[in-house]
């Protein structure tokens, strides 16, 4: 036995430990073995020694108040910067999302007053998510249901949430994970649907400058009900399916009314997975894509401008009928237009974030 | 999608950083939860404080927060918070020191963790105090690189960039350890080299 540890061996074992050792030095190691069996013993013993080891001493704290905590001080730090620099992009943003808070106040004011006695005795909202425009958020709601807002959208719930039922308020787009719980359903209102399950996976599209509402099913199964009259009575759907609900303005509602004709205003649609990863269009931008297939450029617009938070006008409407399929993932909005060159012909102009599409001139 | 998106493996890091980057504060709550543990016992072993450590760590997590804009910039994410972290102790040990440069590992020395006797026939507990003893008097460069690399499983690039030395360094470091480690056991079998005969 050497008394010391031999400089070779020391080299060789301190990288096959750390799992820097390349293939050639590994193989040097099990040889320096064969040739040194007094080392065997030795070498094993500092393999289990570097294996094993005790948990940390600290234990780091983890828990949701802590986090919390955390998430405070870095807002309020937000809040100065922003406070100093009035001007800036925060700022502006804080004011959006103002005036997004006030826009979904006064929307629900609206809805308060159209149907009176579906919130009568209901507390006011306590609890509400916002995002504005070139933002996405992710939240779990007290009930363990997870839920993903799409850009310019807003949830809301108050105190009665989770008690006998599970009642959300949607403007927007939103992907709802609901938590498994056979006695308390969940329920999303919209301004003219509500949606209604008990546990699964579902998109729900619902934006108030678009004339329908989409609610598409990943698993599980959702029932559908109109409540303000147009009475669609239940619908069933399946999963993979999606119900488009075509949305009535208030003068064409009392005119079918009057008429007594009620032309459709909902139909069912297989929704189409994309090969390659089997993931939905509808569903792709909670993995960040802005998927388009088959859209008009008038339609995508109106995608790009809630995704990258701008202003789109066209000034030519064969421009505007123009079919795009594609996607975006991390472009730029810049970015975005000039892909969107390669497929199409149309010329723009960015003025800070309004941007203007007209015609390519010869 | 749901499971993936709480996984803390290196898959999720693009996503996170990506989501982290537009307000996403369930992505930002998943990459607490994932480094927080190993980052304090890391500001633990310079600050030899455990409250002090928490905040150290807490102040890495609030900075990423205010400046999640930029947080699509950060290439690697272990070294950033590695890094961030070493600085934000540092800075706490010396307030008045503005620059902080690794020569600081030079006196001060890490503290790492408390090693139990793996259970097995293979190491004694008068080994492991052997062990456990060599371990303690490195020199402190030489044991913060042993503790990064063997507790928290960095790779030498990793461990480069956090101490701001060579790769070449790093090696070295880690070898003069293995050697010391080495020595102090094979004193061992000397005292009682019938003991440990094999045949």
């Given amino acids: 036995m050497t008394k010391r540890m031999q400089e070779q061996l020391a080299i060789l074992l301190s990288r096959q430990l ?19 069996p007094q080392d065997h013993y030795l ?10 080891q005790a948990a940390g001493e600290v234990e780091a704290v983890t828990d949701n108040a ?46 308060a007053i159209l149907f009176e006695e579906r919130i009568t005795g209901k507390s006011p909202r306590d609890h509400q998510v916002a995002t504005v425009g070139g933002m996405r958020s992710h939240v779990i709601l007290p009930d363990g249901t997870a839920v993903w807002l799409n850009a310019r959208s807003s949830l809301h719930y108050d105190k009665s949430f989770n008690k006998q039922l599970r009642e959300v308020y949607l403007e927007g787009e939103a992907f709802f994970e609901v938590k498994k ?76 009314a009057k008429s007594g004709v009620k032309p459709p205003v ?90 203007t599409i007209s015609k390519k001139n010869r | 999608m749901i499971a993936e998106f709480s996984k803390p493996d290196d898959a999720s890091f693009e996503y996170w950083k990506q989501q982290i980057a537009c307000g996403n504060e ?25 409250e002090a450590s928490i905040d150290v760590v807490d102040e890495v997590f609030v900075k990423i927060w205010r400046r999640r804009d930029r947080i699509q910039q950060i290439e690697n994410i272990t070294t950033y918070l590695y890094t961030a972290t070493k600085n934000t102790a540092l800075n706490l040990l010396s307030r008045k020191a503005r620059e902080v440069t690794v020569d600081s590992f030079d006196f001060i020395d890490v503290a790492l963790r408390d090693d139990y006797a793996p ?28 503790k990064l690399v063997r507790e928290d499983g960095l790779k030498y690039k990793e461990v480069a960039e956090i101490l701001e030395i060579s790769e070449k360094t790093v090696d070295a470091q880690l070898v003069i350890a293995v050697k010391r480690i080495g020595d102090a056991v094979g004193k061992y079998f000397d005292y009682f080299p019938a003991r440990f005969q094999k045949k």
């Fill in chain 1, 66 to 111: 802590h986090f919390d905590r955390i998430l405070n001080k870095a807002k309020s730090a937000d809040a100065t910067v922003s406070g100093t620099l009035s001007n800036s992009k925060a700022g502006i943003r804080r004011r959006l999302l103002w005036w997004a808070a006030a826009a979904v106040f006064f929307a629900i004011l609206l809805t």
């Fill in chain 1, 266 to 355: 909902y139909r069912i649609e297989p929704v189409l997975l994309k090969a390659a990863d089997s993931s939905f269009i509808e569903t792709s931008w909670i993995h960040n894509k802005l998927l388009f297939d088959g859209d008009s450029f008038a339609e995508l617009a109106v995608k790009m401008e809630r995704w990258f938070d701008v202003k789109i006008t066209f000034t030519d409407t064969a421009v505007a009928n123009y079919r795009l399929r594609g996607v975006f993932e991390d472009e730029s909005v810049t970015d975005a237009l000039q892909a969107l060159q390669q497929i199409a012909q149309f010329n723009y102009t960015i003025n800070d974030r309004s941007i």
């Fill in chain 1, 43 to 52: 070498i094993e013993m500092l393999q289990t020694y570097w294996s094993g």
């Fill in chain 2, 119 to 146: 259970d097995q026939q293979l190491i004694t507990a008068e080994i492991l105090s052997r062990i456990k003893k060599a371990v303690d008097a490195l020199p402190p460069k030489c044991k913060l690189v042993f």
């Fill in chain 1, 18 to 36: 750390s799992g820097e050792a390349t293939p050639e030095e590994l193989q040097e190691l099990e040889a320096w073995i064969r040739n040194h």
């Fill in chain 1, 181 to 256: 719980d056979q006695k308390r359903p969940f329920i999303v209102h919209t301004s003219d649907i509500d949606i209604r399950v008990l546990g699964t996976a579902f998109n729900v599209k619902s934006y108030g400058e678009e004339d329908k509402i989409e609610a598409t099913l990943v698993h599980g199964s959702i029932q559908v009900t109109a409540p303000s009259g147009d009475d669609i009575g239940t619908v069933q759907l399946r999963p993979n399916e999606k119900l488009v609900f075509k949305k009535q303005t208030k003068k064409a509602a009392f005119s079918t």
């Fill in chain 2, 26 to 50: 369930q992505a930002f709550r998943s990459l607490f939860n994932a480094y927080a543990p190993r980052l304090t016992a890391f500001a633990f072993s310079i600050t030899r404080n455990r």
